[in-house]
């Protein structure tokens, strides 16, 4: 194997556990949204309900993570689409730490989708 792909996989794996620990700290947030809730169990049909109920897309948790993280952090292209459809500015709130939605994504899709 040559080192640029021994370096590279280092690299994922170090992105990897830094995605994990994060999801595990977005699962257990002291203020919890019902829509952030629907999102974080990848339940879809709540998600589409919330959302035809006009539930906000911006209110964040205590950590200002709003509907938009934790989709984007759970990989959930199906939410992150249906977001999209109701209003594309609210992925460029940062949160507390100053991340965007897209410095959570967990794949190559999620980041197309976010730009």
Same mark, same amino acid.
Request: aromatic share 4%; glycine share 0%.
């Given at each position: 194997m040559s080192m640029f792909v021994k370096s590279f996989s280092k690299m994922e794996e170090i992105q990897m556990r830094k995605r994990n620990r994060l999801e595990?700290?977005?699962?257990?947030? /002291? #203020?919890?949204? =019902? /829509?952030?809730?629907?999102? /974080? #169990?990848?339940?879809? =049909?709540?998600?589409? /309900?919330l959302l035809s109920y006009d539930a906000l897309t911006d209110v964040a948790d205590n950590d200002g993570r709003t509907p938009w993280h934790v989709a984007a952090c759970v990989g959930d292209v199906n939410i992150l689409r249906k977001l999209l459809q109701i209003s594309r500015g609210v992925a460029m709130v940062k949160d507390k730490h100053g991340r965007l939605p897209v410095d959570l994504a967990n794949s190559e899709e999620?980041?197309?989708i976010l730009q």
């Open positions: 595990r700290r977005i699962q257990m947030p /002291l #203020s919890i949204q =019902p /829509l952030h809730k629907a999102i /974080l #169990s990848r339940n879809f =049909p709540t998600v589409d /309900l999620i980041v197309v």
